[in-house]
C-alpha cells in the first residue's frame, strides 16, 4: 500500500494483504456468509450487511433470503461489489448515505461484522440508532467479531493459525503473520486505533440503544476471543 490511509475506510478501500491468500480470503468469505445465512429467519426476510467488504459470497445469502443489501463506505470495493453482482436481481448495494434513506422497518435482519472495532463510539452509537429505525419491530441485529479489550496480537495470531490449519493454508498464514508484522498495518493500528468493548459494556450500549440483547454462543468468525451479539428492538 503506498502513503498512509487517513482513515480505515482508506485502508480498506486500498489493496492490503490481511487475508493471507486467495483461499484464505475466499473461505474467510464463505464462512462470513454461512454465519449470516444462519440467522436469517426466512425466506422472506430483507437482510442488510453493513459494511460487508468484499462480500464474495453474498450471493449465498441473497439466495437464503427475499433481498438482501450490501452496505460498503469504501468506493472502489462498493464499485467492485455492483459489477460481482450486478447480475443478481436480489442483490442491492448501497453507500451509507443511500441506506440512511431508507423507511423505516426496512429489514428483518441486520448484521455487521467485523466492523465496530473500526468505528468511534459515537459513530457505533450514531449506527446502532440508524439500525433500529430501520428494523422491522420483530427484527435482529446480529453485531459480530467485537473486540474485547486485552486481547493480544498473539491471541490474534494463534487463532488464525488454528483457523489456517483447519483451512489448508498453514504455511501462506505463517508467511502472512511474518509479512503483516512488517507491513504497514501495524503502524496503521497502533496510530488509527480499534475500538474495543468489554462484554458487559457492549451490552449496556445495545441496551442505552434501545435494544434487548444477548452475546451468542459463539462468533460469527473464526477467532473464539471475539464477540458476536444478537439484539431486537424493545
Ligand atoms: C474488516 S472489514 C469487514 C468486512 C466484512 N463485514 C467481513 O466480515 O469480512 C470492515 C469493512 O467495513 C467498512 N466500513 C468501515 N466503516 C464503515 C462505515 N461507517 N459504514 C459502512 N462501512 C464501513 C470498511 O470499508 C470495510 O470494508
Known amino acids: 500500500m503506498k502513503g498512509q490511509p487517513k482513515d480505515w475506510v482508506s485502508f480498506w478501500d486500498a ?11 475466499d473461505l474467510h468469505y464463505r464462512d462470513t ?4 445465512i444462519g440467522f436469517i429467519p426466512s425466506p422472506q426476510a ?10 464474495l459470497h453474498a450471493d449465498r445469502v441473497a439466495a437464503a433470503a427475499a433481498a438482501l443489501t450490501l452496505c460498503e463506505a469504501a468506493s472502489n470495493l462498493r464499485a467492485r461489489l455492483a459489477r460481482r453482482f450486478s447480475g443478481n436481481a436480489k442483490i442491492r448495494v448501497m453507500a451509507p448515505e443511500e441506506v440512511e434513506e431508507q423507511p423505516d422497518a426496512s429489514y428483518d435482519l441486520i448484521v455487521a461484522n467485523s466492523l465496530v472495532q473500526y468505528l468511534s463510539a459515537a459513530e457505533l452509537d450514531r449506527l446502532l440508532a440508524l439500525w433500529r429505525r430501520l428494523l422491522a419491530p420483530a427484527g435482529r441485529l446480529v453485531i459480530g467479531d467485537v473486540i474485547p479489550p486485552n ?10 493459525l488454528h483457523y489456517a490449519a483447519r483451512g ?19 503502524s496503521i493500528r497502533a496510530r488509527l486505533g480499534v475500538s474495543c ?7 449496556a450500549r445495545l ?28
Do not use: K
Request: with cysteine.
Open 151 to 160: 486481547v493480544s496480537a498473539l491471541s490474534d495470531a494463534v487463532a488464525l
Open 46 to 55: 430483507r437482510v442488510l450487511d453493513y459494511g460487508c467488504g468484499e462480500a
Open 33 to 36: 456468509a454461512a454465519g449470516i
Open 197 to 203: 468493548y468489554s462484554e458487559a459494556e457492549f451490552l
Open 207 to 234: 441496551s442505552a440503544a434501545g435494544y434487548a440483547a444477548e452475546r451468542a454462543p459463539r462468533n460469527i468468525e473464526h477467532n473464539p476471543a471475539r464477540m458476536t451479539f444478537v439484539a431486537r428492538p424493545q
Open 168 to 186: 489448508g493454508f498453514l504455511m501462506a498464514a505463517i508467511l502472512g503473520l511474518v509479512r503483516t508484522a512488517f507491513s504497514p498495518y501495524r
Open 15 to 25: 489493496p492490503h494483504s490481511i487475508y493471507v491468500n486467495a483461499r484464505h480470503l
